[in-house]
């Protein structure tokens, strides 16, 4: 491990005796572009969630129930040693009695995340020091370039609202408050609020800059001027530019008798650095995008509704061919994934994926986010199965749908536990909520047949849905924990439904739709499904189904028929109509 010994070496070299790093970048975003890979860099990592602490002879990575066995598989344990990402503030506690210098890279953690450390070591011999420069940086030969995509806008008739008047609103929130700036470093935040976007985060829409917004006036935009010289007419009213690497000498020059507003959970330690060092008073303000970007207006929805048809017509294409059409033996993960994308990129308004496609045939279906490499591909096999996760960014909206499908016949273990995610999966379609739920109080729901007989599932039950943004989006989530992350549901927000079950070194298996969460009255939301492509009967049990699953699955296949068949040919008119007909 050559990245591991350079970076200890540097260690040894510098007096530092623990180096934490998370795998993100300055913006603290969960997709990020190559140049900010670093944990993958050390450890070889590839998971979108991850964190490692390095000591000058030991090393350990950190990584949730959805990456254990990747990380088990891309790791070397002879240098690092894995650990569930629920251990880490743990292993941090270990430290308390010893007299240790710990350095970390202040923009690459937030204020709240910092605070919650320099609370751990108080009163200990722990001395946190902040570094001027990132030693993977250092040490990183050929490390990827900076992105440098072009801007573009992002029309009205997709957004559905005006630059404009999102911008006023935000301003009278800030007046109401009596914030007098307030720093936005969230990029899908930004993207959303100006109607731009970008390329420089694959398969993310977004643009890397920066913005101050006072509570009068226009914008203060930090951004590469080159990047968005094409839309400069546009913008010219809503903001002024500056450069990009400008923004902190911006902020030391603001009055200091100003209050500056920013999210602490979202906003890198770097900044709280600046301000305090410019005298300026910080109000941590929750990111005041978050709730008006996550609830979608008519225009989003309309549109995240027909994204997700053709989505669906796709999907069911595909499914065709995988059940009807495919060569068995002369196929394999990542020719099966390009089949997808190559029926996908015909579609109208489409401009990438949303993410690698999870293609996972077999024992790869039981790592919930594997993603297919060269060395890694399978090939397909008869009485197996595969399970396919995927979804596009097209202008009119975000998808992500996945199927898992029986290549044959399936046996009574991969049916059993299918029947059970797919239970779950109608549980959370189904259900009605009042208003101010938060996802934790509906996540069980989705695990009570696989709770039965003793199974479950490490990740979370659902996530937001950004429309043409992040196909994670927060605050909305269905999931077991409890946290100030855990955004209420509201009325015009996204969510993902997607329970599963893994069988490690055999199969796996998750089924995901798309959901709009829409009022039934004043005090009552319900889920509207927006998601169509067939759910595989090959792997269903319909004796574990009581009357109102099936009823369900029925009154989903029927639509799923109506929407889809008019856009198939003969061939697909007719497998389609078969594998929906009532159970």
């Given at each position: 491990m050559?990245?591991?010994?350079k970076?200890?070496?540097?260690?040894k070299?510098?007096?530092?005796?623990?180096?934490?790093i998370?795998?993100t970048?300055?913006f603290?975003?969960?997709?990020i572009?190559?140049?900010?890979?670093r944990?993958k860099?050390?450890s070889?990592?590839?998971?979108?969630?991850?964190?490692?602490?390095?000591?000058?002879?030991?090393?350990y990575v950190f990584?949730?129930g959805?990456y254990?066995?990747?990380a088990n598989?891309?790791?070397d344990?002879?240098y690092?040693e894995?650990?569930?990402?629920?251990?880490?503030?743990?292993?941090?506690?270990?430290?308390?009695?010893?007299?240790?210098?710990?350095?970390?890279?202040?923009?690459l953690?937030?204020?709240?995340?910092?605070?919650?450390i320099?609370?751990?070591?108080n009163?200990?011999k722990i001395?946190?020091?902040f570094l001027?420069k990132?030693p993977?940086?250092l040490?990183?030969?050929?490390?990827?370039?900076y992105p440098?995509s072009?801007?573009?806008?992002?029309?009205?008739?997709?957004?559905?609202?005006?630059?404009?008047?999102?911008?006023?609103?935000?301003?009278q929130?800030?007046?109401l408050?009596?914030?007098d700036?307030y720093?936005?470093?969230?990029?899908d935040?930004i993207a959303?609020l100006?109607?731009i976007r970008?390329?420089?985060?694959?398969?993310?829409?977004?643009?890397?800059?920066?913005?101050?917004i006072?509570?009068?006036?226009?914008?203060?935009?930090?951004?590469?001027?080159k990047k968005i010289?094409s839309?400069i007419?546009?913008?010219?009213s809503?903001?002024?530019t500056?450069?990009?690497?400008?923004i902190?000498?911006?902020?030391?020059?603001?009055?200091n008798?100003?209050i500056?507003?920013?999210d602490?959970k979202?906003?890198?330690?770097?900044?709280k650095?600046?301000?305090?060092?410019?005298?300026l008073?910080?109000?941590?303000?929750?990111?005041?995008?978050?709730y008006p970007k996550?609830?979608?207006?008519?225009v989003?929805?309309?549109?995240?509704?027909?994204a997700?048809?053709?989505?669906?017509?796709s999907?069911?294409?595909?499914l065709y061919?995988?059940?009807?059409k495919m060569?068995?033996?002369?196929?394999d993960?990542?020719?099966?994934?390009?089949?997808?994308?190559?029926?996908?990129?015909k579609n109208?308004?489409?401009?990438?994926l949303?993410?690698?496609?999870?293609?996972?045939f077999d024992l790869?279906?039981?790592?919930?986010?594997y993603?297919v490499?060269?060395?890694?591909?399978?090939?397909?096999?008869?009485?197996?199965?595969?399970?396919?996760?995927s979804?596009?960014?097209y202008?009119?909206g975000?998808t992500?749908?996945?199927?898992?499908?029986?290549i044959?016949?399936?046996?009574y273990e991969q049916k059993?536990?299918?029947?059970r995610?797919?239970?779950?999966h109608?549980a959370?379609?189904?259900?009605?909520?009042?208003?101010n739920?938060k996802?934790s109080?509906?996540?069980?729901?989705a695990?009570i047949s696989?709770?039965?007989?003793?199974?479950?599932?490490?990740?979370?039950?659902?996530h937001?849905?950004?429309?043409f943004l992040?196909v994670?989006?927060?605050?909305?989530r269905i999931s077991?924990?409890?946290?100030?992350?855990?955004?209420?549901i509201?009325?015009?927000?996204i969510?993902s439904?997607?329970?599963?079950y893994y069988?490690?070194g055999?199969?796996?298996i998750?089924?995901?739709?798309l959901?709009?969460?829409c009022?039934?009255n004043l005090?009552?939301?319900?889920?509207?499904n927006?998601?169509?492509a067939?759910?595989?009967r090959?792997?269903?049990?319909i004796?574990?189904?009581?009357?109102?699953?099936i009823?369900?699955?029925?009154?989903y296949?029927q639509?799923?028929?109506?929407n889809?068949?008019?856009?198939?040919?003969t061939?697909?008119?007719?497998?389609?109509?078969?594998?929906?007909l009532p159970l």
């Amino acid at each position: 491990m050559l990245s591991l010994k350079k970076i200890q070496n540097w260690m040894k070299k510098n007096t530092k005796d623990i180096f934490i790093i998370n795998r993100t970048d300055e913006f603290l975003s969960e997709y990020i572009a190559p140049y900010a890979e670093r944990l993958k860099w050390i450890s070889k990592f590839s998971g979108s969630a991850g964190r490692a602490i390095i000591e000058q002879d030991k090393a350990y990575v950190f990584v949730d129930g959805r990456y254990t066995n990747q990380a088990n598989e891309e790791v070397d344990t002879n240098y690092f040693e894995i650990k569930h990402l629920q251990d880490y503030w743990f292993h941090l506690q270990e430290y308390k009695k010893e007299n240790k210098i710990l350095v970390l890279d202040e923009s690459l953690h937030s204020i709240s995340e910092v605070e919650r450390i320099k609370n751990i070591y108080n009163h200990s011999k722990i001395t946190l020091e902040f570094l001027d420069k990132n030693p993977i940086d250092l040490n990183w030969e050929n490390q990827p370039l900076y992105p440098n995509s072009i801007a573009f806008l992002h029309e009205e008739k997709y957004s559905g609202e005006a630059s404009q008047d999102k911008i006023a609103k935000l301003q009278q929130t800030l007046q109401l408050t009596f914030i007098d700036y307030y720093l936005l470093s969230s990029l899908d935040s930004i993207a959303w609020l100006l109607n731009i976007r970008g390329n420089d985060i694959k398969h993310t829409p977004l643009l890397y800059c920066y913005v101050v917004i006072p509570s009068h006036g226009k914008i203060q935009l930090f951004v590469n001027k080159k990047k968005i010289a094409s839309l400069i007419n546009y913008l010219e009213s809503l903001v002024d530019t500056h450069l990009f690497e400008s923004i902190g000498q911006y902020i030391k020059f603001l009055d200091n008798k100003k209050i500056i507003g920013m999210d602490e959970k979202e906003t890198s330690y770097r900044f709280k650095n600046i301000c305090l060092k410019a005298g300026l008073t910080i109000n941590n303000f929750e990111n005041p995008c978050v709730y008006p970007k996550a609830i979608k207006n008519s225009v989003e929805l309309e549109g995240a509704k027909n994204a997700n048809l053709r989505d669906g017509v796709s999907m069911s294409k595909f499914l065709y061919w995988l059940k009807n059409k495919m060569d068995v033996h002369n196929t394999d993960e990542i020719k099966a994934a390009d089949y997808l994308y190559n029926l996908r990129k015909k579609n109208d308004l489409f401009h990438s994926l949303s993410f690698d496609t999870i293609s996972a045939f077999d024992l790869h279906a039981a790592l919930p986010h594997y993603r297919v490499t060269e060395e890694s591909n399978l090939s397909f096999k008869k009485n197996s199965i595969y399970l396919v996760d995927s979804g596009a960014q097209y202008k009119d909206g975000t998808t992500d749908i996945t199927r898992t499908i029986i290549i044959g016949d399936a046996n009574y273990e991969q049916k059993d536990r299918f029947t059970r995610v797919l239970k779950g999966h109608i549980a959370i379609a189904e259900v009605q909520f009042d208003i101010n739920t938060k996802g934790s109080q509906i996540d069980s729901l989705a695990r009570i047949s696989l709770n039965k007989i003793g199974c479950d599932y490490d990740h979370g039950t659902g996530h937001g849905i950004g429309s043409f943004l992040s196909v994670h989006e927060g605050p909305q989530r269905i999931s077991k924990s409890q946290g100030q992350s855990d955004g209420i549901i509201k009325e015009g927000m996204i969510l993902s439904n997607e329970p599963g079950y893994y069988e490690e070194g055999k199969f796996g298996i998750r089924i995901e739709n798309l959901l709009i969460c829409c009022s039934k009255n004043l005090n009552s939301l319900y889920f509207e499904n927006i998601s169509w492509a067939p759910i595989d009967r090959d792997l269903i049990d319909i004796s574990l189904l009581d009357e109102t699953e099936i009823e369900w699955i029925n009154k989903y296949h029927q639509k799923v028929n109506d929407n889809i068949s008019p856009y198939l040919v003969t061939g697909e008119k007719e497998w389609l109509y078969k594998v929906t007909l009532p159970l």
